[in-house]
Nanobody
Framework: QLRLVESGGGLVQPGGSLRLSCKASGLHLEYYSIGWFRQAPGQEREGVSLIANSGDRIKLADSVKGRFTVSRDNAKNTVYLQMNNLKPEDTAVYYC?????????????????WGQGTQVTVSS
């Protein structure tokens, strides 16, 4: 069974940067598309990014385009979310999730493995 663990969250000032990692174990990550999602208190979960299993297809939410990038290192079973020029509205718990390869783009219902989340707080 695929297990996902996020790390890299924390407190950062507006304009700062963080890099989140999503480390997989149990199965090879190369067989899965990975999504990053976030949820702020009192708000619905929002999709942030998608990256296909081979890394050749990427989608980013309009709200993060130009600031966030997503990448993966299948040899390390890890997906990264580089977040630059962070804004207070980026504050949320960030989750990574895995969807089996062959579905593109995966819908939220296609993600069958989720991490526990990592808190990102952008505040001065």
């Amino acid at each position: 069974q695929l297990r996902l663990v996020e790390s890299g969250g924390g407190l950062v000032q507006p304009g700062g940067s963080l890099r989140l990692s999503c480390k997989a174990s149990g199965l090879h990550l190369e067989y899965y598309s990975i999504g990053w999602f976030r949820q702020a208190p009192g708000q619905e979960r929002e999709g942030v990014s998608l990256i296909a299993n081979s890394g050749d297809r990427i989608k980013l939410a309009d709200s993060v385009k130009g600031r966030f990038t997503v990448s993966r290192d299948n040899a390390k079973n890890t997906v990264y979310l580089q977040m630059n020029n962070l804004k207070p509205e980026d504050t949320a718990v960030y989750y990574c999730a895995a969807a089996p390869q062959g579905i593109w783009p995966p819908l939220p219902v296609d993600f069958d493995s989720w991490g526990q989340g990592t808190q990102v707080t952008v505040s001065s």
